[in-house]
Each structure stands twice: as structure tokens, then as C-alpha cells.
């Protein structure tokens, strides 16, 4: 055994033969190929410290090897660079033949003619409104001041001279300013591109539309001149407020052309251009003439003008004009845009449309419904108010439809369908005379159901036995629906539209009551052949169109009559409706020295209130009420339309001959004395029991005065003896000309 032995010494087996004679074998570093094979050298032992301090020397193969590395590296990167940039300019290629794609055929391209300008005239000739794209004329670059052109330049494009549609500069400049103000504070677009925007594409914010708008700018800039370009862009860019191009825009805010601009003027022209809504004169004077002053600075900037003629241009002030048509003419307007295509068609030209407005009376009407609903809307929760004047024959003189054009375009006097109220009963009591009865027929006033339907008086009180005449006037519901059960709703409905209504109306008992809606101007309208003797009118606006040059495209025609009341019945309507504003709902109703008639209307619960009066010269409804249909503060028609048509018709009719209206001055008399029996007998038992109230305070229908009217008034005749006084009868003059008669052929 050997003890001293390491326990971790490793056991060697005895080797024999050829192994054992091998074992020995070693190969030294002489017996081996120089610089062959792949086994690795034999490191060198390291130094003893002893040896010296001597550095190895690097290998020359390893900086070979480096430098190789480096030199492939750079390669590389010219390589990869070489690719990207390849495929960049075949994917910009790609780009702008897809984008070219969707344009249309750059050669068939041509600058679209400017849309036709629509100028609206009133009966004066005075320019009321002006509709349309453009509202100005073109203006040839020569014939403006030097500075106008220049104050553009100077904001918009500062090097339009000098590059080729696309400035790179000033879009890497715009670039630069964006990302400095962490949002878009300037636009790298050239005064091209701005035209080639406005003439072939539209105001969207994409990438596609960027890049046709590029495309176009170097097809323009390739076609046109510069002066060319500048000229076109002045003559289409927007400014605002409808005005399209620097010539309108001149006449739309300073009220001359461009031609006569001043430098301060010239200024604020082109720094509408950023934002023409938010900076126009007349709605922001103060940022307009804010960035007026930034305009005169870039002037001054771009050696355009001199300093010190910034510095006197700033603080003028500018004082900017109403623009023509402003307020609620623009409604007038907006109807006839609708009426035009049925008129000449598509409008592919300027034209002057001469209408029937009376530019006096249309302010007149504007101040009346403004004023009275700024002075009492709240008072009454009345929100909203329409107008339309007429004359007896259909022309359209004034026509509000709402308090604020600019607040709300939507017309309440041609759009809007409301209910009319009571101002329909007409229509019940046209029917009524034309079937047999006169003003002076009985009926009673008394409790109703009708299927369970109960229609009550606006006071709540019932009159017993009262003449037609007197029912209008005071407007009693149960008569009115009592007339219309008599002589059929389907007829009352032909009589409606017979006179004018075009609405559906329901053939149903509440129809007396005006439960069908109809509009403004319909319901004036039908009013209309009351004030003329009987002739139906088709309500218009439009008299004569013609082109720029003078070319008559459209006369109105004039229209054959066509009577649709006869005499005889239009004396008793008038009549009756006269006595509306002597003692009935529409007493502060009054023009002096004129015969007035009409009548008033409230629909359920206090929604609409109405008032339609006529004269010999006019016809004029009134309507008020609120956009959501609510109910108001007891507005009725005999309160704010009576006061609101009294204050237009009065200053209508000042300096007008006095007229009266055609057949209110005419008689009539029943045909036969058992006509009259007719008229006169026991109306049918109402569905409550009749209760009679004591007499109204108020006198019987007066005596028509002297020259006017259908009858007179018979003296009153004692009582019979065989009958005891009824402390509760009405005086027997109130039963009229057929009661009176009637008591002494038939007693």
C-alpha cells in the first residue's frame, strides 16, 4: 500500500503492446506544416516580470482585417442608401401617378367659368339682396391700385415671382414655425395652390387633396402667366359674408369698388384671406383692423410700402357698410331662390330678379314685429313672429319671416304651418252665407257635445241668441262649430281651398275651429278675394327676370280673374268681418279714415296667436308664436298681432288715397219673404241645456255709418203685450233686419 498517496490522485492502468509504445509519442512544433491546418497554435508562455518591460507588437494581418471591416461597412451604407432612395423615388412616382389618376385629364382642364351672381330688386329698383357664389364682378389686375395686389403678396405668398407654383422653402419654413408652436400656426401654400383649391377642388383637410392641389398649382403656373394667376386668385377668393372676389368684397364692407380702395383698406382686404368668417369687418371690426396691422407689417417687411406709410395706414379706421339685403329681407330672398328653377330653369348666367317687395314697407314690417317682440316676448313667452302684406291682388310687398335672419334662417311666413284659430271661421261663415243664411241669422250660443267633445268661448260665457254678424265678431266657438255641423265640413274644406288654402285640411267638426294647419302666406292669401271683390290671387313675389345684358328670360303673365265669391256674399263677409274691428276681438285695431275688416285667432292653449286685416290697398297677417309649438302667456290675436298690424298698416297707409273695399258698400236683401222665414227658425236643441247670461255690457252692434254697409239698423219696436218682459232677453233691435220682419209678418 502507499500511504502517502493523494486521495484524489487518479488510478493509471498498465498499458502492453502497441499502446504502451505509443504513449510516449509527442509531435513538436518542427514536425508541423508551416500556416497549415486548423489546429490553433500553442500560446507562448507569458514573460517572467523579469524579462523587461517590452510591449508586444500588433499583428499586421489583424489592422489589414480592420481596415477591411471599415471599408465594407462604408459600402454598406452607401448601398442601403442607394435602395431606400430607389424605392422612395419609385414610391413618390407611384403617388403622383395615383393621385394624377383621380384628376381629371390635365389637357381637358380649363378655369371654370364664374358662377352667376342672382341680384334681387325691389319695386323701387334698390338692390334688396344678392345670391350666388359671386357677387362681384371680375376686375382686370391693371385696374387696381398697385398696393392691393402687393398687400397679398406680401401675407400670403411672399416669393409667388419666383418659384414654380410649390415654394420647398415655405413649406419647410411652415413646417418649422408648426413644430416650434407644437400646432398649425402657418400654411406653406402658395397663392397658386390657394387658386388651383378654389377653382378644381374642395375645402377638405387630406393628404390626397394636398397633393392634387400641388399637382394643379404646376399645371396652372405651366399655362398661365404670374399676372395671370395673381389676377384670377383676387377675382375668386372668398372674403366673407357671401363676397367672393376683391370687387365684391370692396362694395360688400366699404361700399366702393376695388379700384378706389385705400392702403388701410387694401390691408384688411387680404387679411380676410386667413379667416374670412371669423375676421369679417362687419361682424370682428377689431380683428380685422388687428390683422390689418400685421398685412401693413409685412408690407413694410417686404419693402412693398415704407415704414412710415404702415405707420400712418395704422388705426384708420374702416368704416364697413351695411351690406345690401342684410336683416329680414334675406327671407324674401330665400323664397325666390326656391321659386327660381320653376320659373327659367338651371342658371347658368347673372340675372336681375324684380320683385313686388316695397323696400319701405318691408323695413316697416321688420321694425313692427322686432320692436313689439323685444318690448313684450317675455311678458307673453313669445319667442317668435311672422308677417306677410299683400295687396288685393297677390303681390307681395313685405314678407318677415322671423325676429333674426342671422339667428334662424327657417321662415315662418312661407315654411312654417301652424294652426289658424278662429281666423279660419271665415271660411265657416262663407260657407254658411252661401248656403241660404245672411249676417243677421240667428243662432244660439249655448253649451255643446258633439261625441263628447265640448267646445267652449274663450270667456266661458254664453250669449243665447245671437246674429251671425255677432258671433263673428266676438268670435263664439259653439256658433262657429254649430255652422259647421250645418253645413257639412267637407264643404267648409272646398270653400277653403276654393279661396286659396293649399294645405290638407281634416274634413272633421273641429275644423270651424281651425285644428288644420296652414301657413302665412296661404292664409293671406285666402284673405285676399274678401278685399277684392271675390277674385282669386295666387300669392307672388316675381314680376320680370332678365340677364346681366338686358335678355327678358320670364314675364309674369297675367292671370285670367277668376271669381270665386260672389258679390253678394263678399258684401256680407265684409260686413261682418268690418264689425270685427268696431266692437268684436279686434278693437284696437284701427286705420284712420280707412274701411278695415279681419279677424283674429288663437289656437289651443294660447300657441298661435293670428290677426288677417284687409284694406282696399292691403292685406296683411300677422302670426306669433314659438318655434317648439309651447304654449305662450295668453298671447291671443286680438293683443299683440292687432298691435303689430296696426303699427304696419298705419304707416302704409299714410299719403295713400283713401280707398273703400270693392262690395262693402253694396246692399243686399233676401230674394222672398219666406227666405227670410227660413232663416229664422228654432235652431236645433242643444246637446246641454241652453243657459242664458245676462246682457254684455257692451251695445249691440252699432249702426254702420253713413255711405258704407249692407243695412241699417231698424228702429226698436215695443214688446207684444202677451209676452211678460224677460229681464234676461237681449234688446230687440240685436235680432237684426230679419228678426224684425219676422216678428211682424209671422206673429
Known sequence: MAWGRKKGGARKEPLFGLPAALADLRLSPSDRVPGGGDDTPAKSKPKSSDSGSEKPRPSRSGSKRRSKSRGFGIGRLFYWTAVLGLWAGIAVIGVVVWVGAHLPPIQSLEIPKRPPTIQIVGIDGSVLAQRGEMAGANIALKDLPPYLPKAFIAIEDRRFYSHFGVDPLGILRAAVTNVLHRGVSQGGSTLTQQLAKNLFLTQERTMQRKLQEAELALWLERKHSKNEILELYLNRVYFGSGAYGVEAAAQRYFGKSAKNVTLPEAAMLAGLVKSPSRLAPNRNPEGAEQRAQVVLAAMADAKFITEAQAKASIGQPSIAVKPAGAGTVNYVADWIGEVLDDLVGQIDQDIVVQTTIDPKL??????????????????????????????????????????????????RAVTAKRQPGSSFKPFVYLTAVESGLTPDTIRTDAPLDIKGWKPENYTHEYFGSVTLTQALAMSLNTVAVRLGVEVGAKNVVRTAHRLGISSKLEPNVSIALGTSEVSVIELVGAYAPFANGGYAVSPHVVTRIKTSSGKLLYDRPTEPPN??????????????????????????AEIPGWTAAGKTGTSQDYRDAWFIGYTAKLVTGVWLGNDDNSPTKKATGGGLPVEVWTRFMKAAHQGVPVAAIPNSQGSWAPANLMQISSQISAPSAPAAPMQIQPPMQAPPPAPVPPGGGYYRQPPPTPARASAPPNPNARPEAAAGLDGWLADRLFR
Open 362 to 411: 318691408q323695413n316697416v314690417a321688420e321694425a313692427a314685429v322686432i320692436d313689439e317682440l323685444a318690448a313684450k316676448s317675455v311678458k307673453f313667452n313669445v319667442s317668435q313672429g311672422a308677417l306677410v302684406a299683400m295687396t288685393p291682388d297677390g303681390a307681395v310687398r313685405a314678407m318677415v319671416g322671423g325676429r333674426n335672419y342671422a339667428e334662424s334662417q327657417y321662415n
Open 563 to 588: 271669381q270665386v265669391i260672389e258679390p253678394r256674399y263678399d258684401a256680407m263677409m265684409n260686413s261682418m268681418m268690418r264689425e270685427t274691428l268696431i266692437s268684436g276681438t279686434a278693437r284696437k
